[in-house]
């Protein structure tokens, strides 16, 4: 009795520490967020809605509430990301498009979602990466 109490425990605290992921070249990539004040963002000049992630590889990524999406081909990408709860679409190009989200859903778990659909080949947030001087 008690060794069911402790899996069930230990199932239960994966649950709730399970960090958010996205797909990239068809791999799960583990994102865990990275806490930032409000004041010292407003000290570094940083007043955007992006929150910061660090990756499983240890890379700071910034993601707003924008998913980058490819259907695969053949398949009106239009009307696939019509069926979903957006706020835009917009075309990139003839393949690639740009979806904005509401503010208060999480786009990694939107993206999943998007990743899922088997007329989807590719959705993943839109990183804001930090420039560099080349």
């Known amino acids: 009795m008690k060794k069911k109490i402790v899996i069930s425990l230990v199932g239960l605290s994966l649950m709730v520490n399970a960090s958010d992921f996205y797909y990239q070249n068809g791999k799960k990539v583990e994102v865990v967020q990275i806490e930032k004040s409000e004041a010292k963002q407003k000290?570094?000049?940083?007043?955007?809605?992006?929150?910061?992630?660090?990756?499983?590889?240890g890379h700071k990524v910034g993601v707003k509430n924008d998913i980058l999406v490819e259907c695969i081909e053949g398949v009106d990408c239009k009307s696939v990301l019509a069926d979903y709860e957006t706020v835009t679409?917009?075309?990139l190009s003839d393949t690639i498009f740009m979806v904005t989200i509401a503010k208060d859903k999480n786009v990694f778990e939107f993206s999943q979602k998007l990743y899922n659909n088997?007329?989807?080949?590719?959705?993943?947030?839109?990183?804001?990466k930090t420039k560099r001087r080349r």
Not at 46 to 53: C, D, G, H, K, L
Not at 118 to 128: D, L, M, Q, Y
């Open 43 to 57: 000290k570094e000049g940083n007043t955007s809605e992006i929150s910061y992630y660090r990756t499983s590889k």
């Open 89 to 91: 679409i917009s075309a």
């Open 118 to 128: 088997e007329k989807v080949k590719i959705a993943h947030p839109n990183f804001r």
